[in-house]
């Protein structure tokens, strides 16, 4: 789908996961994410907002889990085969936090060029790509912790 | 004058004269001595004597002799008299009007005239008996003409019952005979039949064999394809793990990349294989899925094979059990056929014994119509002889009415009182006309009630509608046209009484009837003739 | 039924979520019905069932995300027996735990609709 990944820092900072969430592709910084993971099991919050599914435990401690298909207004998938759990961090440097992102599918790491990025209307959406004839949506994950 | 009174007048008569003659012989002998010489003292005692006994003879034989002849003359009389009535009331009694005979035996001397009396009573009742017998003899000979019209009519029915049955019973023998024929064709065509069953039978048991055989080997292609969609599954199975352990793999060359990443330069080796394995799992999931697609067609041809080997399992078992069925139903028609062919021989044999039965039926029936016929013949003799009795109680009761009884059952006597009431009418026509619609109501026998006034030639006359019903009177009979040239008028005028005529068939009815006539008279004058013509049917009814 | 004294957490079930109070805030505890009321910072709360107590918890605090999409203020969140819950605050009760709420109006989960996969503590 992309481009294979490279091993130079620069390009590193361009690395990003790619996750199917609804009828989106979205990009999701390589550096802020921890693990992947198949879907946890979620237990909800009575009178969360809909993004937030609720809490999972993951490496025996709470992690908030939000639906990745909300946050980028995707319809939501219907009975993916293969759901995962993408643990991030977010948050600034001094108290970044464990969160999970519910998506349909983990698809690959790819390397996604800065300058392709078109950008978007900010926040959580950073822009969005073109990739192997298809356009991606890039997160932004700190936005998330702000 | 009565013969022994003659003699003894002639006996007296005779004394006188032989008295004259001895005295007249005696005087001339007298006189004869004298004129020899005797005393005449002597011949005048003697003649003296002689008249002197002589008048005594005549005073007392001769006159008492007159005056009996006078009175026998008399008694003689008075007797020719009595004769004569007793004659008149004898004249009477011999007519049969011993109403009239009654009357004159009042006119004869006492013990004559009760003696007759007493008789004429005794006669009318014995005529009055004899009327009311003859009555219920007439009805009851009417009865038993009926009886014997009805049963001569049943016994003809009878014989023609016997005859139909007759008829049919040999109907039915030739019947018999059909369906012994047609049963024993029956019974041979059942025996073919059961044959053929045998034969049928055999051969459907080898088609269920094969349809077994058939079944047993489609049977066979199922388990086999069962066992093969078993292992489908067991594949499907391997690949769904295959498929998790691609998947795993995905996620933990994703990881292995992450962590690649994470190490900078020193997991740049690390990332290589991390997507290396990533593809793999990749190809392995393509390869899953592409197997996934081959064994998913495979499981559908093996479904399709299942289904269709259920289904060829299903049409065996369906063939199988039409097979048995139809094995069975040969079975049964084949037992049917058995049933049917002992069956038919029985009817057979059962028909050729009703047969032999139904000709002794005829026979006997023949026998039964003969007898039937002769009881026909003999009801027909017996139907003669009571239309004969009942024709004898007619004239029996004819001749009863001869008599002029008081008797209500005596017509002579009820027309004689009719006429009297017509007589005390007389000169008031409607007065008659009412009295005649009033009478023929009071007795059910009078057909036609009319009285013919002979010196006016007018006719007063009425039916009784209950015996003629709504049937036209004709105009002649209606203006009494001819009546008086009637045998019934005539007679009637001539006997100057009531006189019953023969038997003759009504005008208006064709009915036997009779007519009774009596003269109706007026200060001796004849002015008329009533008449009643008599239903002899509704008269014996009565 | 007796208050429980000894430290630690009470844990209960409501509304689909498992929620921890501390035992020093726990004023009384009843049947209510078929289920609890459980009496706290002087408030009265429903639970539909009692989990038991657990005598320590390692509480971490509510991450900015969670506060984000939620608005009730827990005194934190921690994990017992695989199973992660919400240890409430008992000044500021969160409004799902409140009597007064009837059943029908509360929000996201109804009565019972427990979270896939959950487990007992």
């Not at chain 2, 005048?44 to 009996?68: E, P």
Request: aromatic share 4%.
């Amino acid at each position: 789908m992309g481009e294979p990944l490279k091993e130079t820092r620069t390009r590193r900072e361009g690395t990003h996961l790619l996750v199917r969430a609804g009828e989106y592709t979205c990009g999701l910084p390589l550096a802020a994410v921890r693990r992947v993971v198949r879907a946890l099991t979620v237990h909800p919050l009575p009178g969360a907002a809909g993004e937030l599914e609720g809490l999972a435990e993951f490496g025996g401690e709470p992690l908030p889990v939000l639906n990745l298909a909300r946050l980028v207004n995707a319809s939501p998938g219907a009975n993916p085969s293969y759901p995962v759990t993408v643990v991030v961090r977010v948050g600034p440097a001094d108290g970044r936090e464990m969160l999970g992102l519910a998506a349909d599918a983990a698809l690959e790491v790819v390397h996604v060029p800065p300058d392709s990025i078109v950008a978007g209307e900010g926040g959580f959406l950073q822009g969005e790509a073109p990739l192997g004839g298809e356009v991606v949506r890039i997160l932004n994950l700190e936005a998330l912790g702000s | 004058m009565s013969e022994p009174f003659v003699e003894s007048f002639n006996h007296a008569r005779a004394g006188l004269l032989i008295l004259g003659g001895i005295a007249v012989s005696g005087l001339l002998l007298l006189l004869g001595a004298q004129a020899q010489g005797g005393p005449v003292w002597m011949f005048n005692a003697f003649l003296l004597v002689a008249i002197g006994v002589i008048a005594l003879y005549v005073k007392v034989v001769y006159r008492t002799q007159q005056s009996l002849r006078v009175e026998v003359e008399g008694t003689e009389r008075r007797r020719e008299e009595v004769e004569i009535s007793l004659v008149r009331a004898l004249d009477r009694l011999r007519a049969g009007d011993l109403v009239n005979c009654s009357g004159m035996a009042g006119a004869l001397p006492g013990r004559l005239s009760l003696g007759l009396t007493n008789a004429t009573n005794a006669l009318d009742v014995l005529a009055q008996q004899i009327q009311g017998s003859s009555i219920e003899v007439a009805s009851a000979a009417g009865s038993v003409n009926e009886i014997a019209s009805e049963l001569a009519s049943g016994s003809s029915e009878q014989a023609a019952s016997v005859v139909e049955i007759t008829a049919a019973m040999e109907e039915l023998a030739r019947t018999a005979s059909q369906i012994a024929g047609n049963a024993s064709s029956q019974a041979d065509l059942a025996q073919a039949a059961e044959e053929s069953g045998t034969t049928g039978q055999a051969a459907v048991e080898e088609a269920v064999d094969g349809v077994e055989e058939v079944k047993k080997r489609i049977s066979g292609i199922a388990s086999r394809a069962e066992i093969l969609g078993n292992r489908s599954k067991e594949i499907y199975r391997v690949l769904d793990l295959i498929t998790e352990i691609a998947q795993e793999t995905h996620i933990l060359s994703l990881n292995a990349a992450i962590e690649a990443a994470a190490a900078g330069d020193h997991g740049r080796r690390f990332s290589v294989v991390a997507e290396e394995v990533r593809r793999l799992a990749q190809r392995s999931q393509e390869s899953v899925e592409s197997v996934r697609n081959l064994l998913d067609e495979f499981a559908g041809s093996i479904r399709t094979t299942v289904v269709a080997t259920e289904e060829g399992s299903k049409e065996a078992g369906r063939v199988l059990e039409r097979a048995r069925a139809a094995a069975s139903a040969i079975e049964d028609l084949r037992g049917a056929s058995s049933d049917t062919a002992r069956v038919a021989r029985e009817i057979s044999l059962a028909t050729q014994q009703q047969n032999a039965a139904s000709d002794e039926v005829v026979l006997t029936l023949k026998e039964v119509s003969q007898v039937v016929q002769r009881m026909a013949d003999g009801l027909k003799h017996f139907t003669e002889t009571a239309d004969r009795l009942n024709r004898l109680g007619l004239v029996i009761q004819m001749l009863a009415q001869s008599f002029h009884l008081e008797s209500p059952h005596s017509l002579k006597h009820t027309a004689e009182q009719w006429a009297a009431n017509v007589r005390r009418r007389l000169g008031n026509w409607e007065a008659i006309e009412r009295l005649l619609e009033e009478l023929v109501h009071r007795q059910g026998f009078v057909e036609c009630l009319y009285f013919y006034d002979g010196r006016r030639g007018q006719t007063a006359l009425v039916v009784n509608r209950q015996v003629v019903g709504d049937r036209e009177v004709p105009g002649a009979v209606r203006t009494g046209e001819g009546f008086a040239e009637r045998p019934w008028y005539k007679a009637a005028v001539k006997e100057g009484k009531t006189i019953l005529t023969p038997l003759f068939n009504s005008l208006l009815t064709g009915q036997p009837i009779f007519t009774a006539a009596t003269p109706v008279y007026s200060g001796g004058e004849l002015e008329g003739v009533l008449g009643l013509d008599v239903n002899v049917d509704s008269w014996t009814k009565i | 039924m007796s208050v429980p004294h000894a430290p630690g957490f009470l844990l209960m079930r409501r509304a689909g979520g498992v929620w921890g109070i501390a035992n020093g805030a726990v004023e009384g505890l009843a049947r209510d019905g078929a289920g609890y009321r459980v009496t706290a910072g002087g408030q009265a709360l429903a639970a539909d069932e009692i989990l038991g107590v657990v005598a320590d918890l390692r509480i971490y605090p509510v991450a900015p995300a969670l506060r984000r999409f939620w608005s009730e203020e827990p005194a934190g969140v921690a994990v017992h027996a695989g199973v992660p819950l919400v240890v409430v605050d008992p000044r500021r009760l969160p409004a799902v735990l409140l009597c007064e709420i009837p059943r029908c109006e509360i929000p996201r989960c109804a009565a019972g609709e427990a979270g896939a996969g959950e487990d007992e503590p």
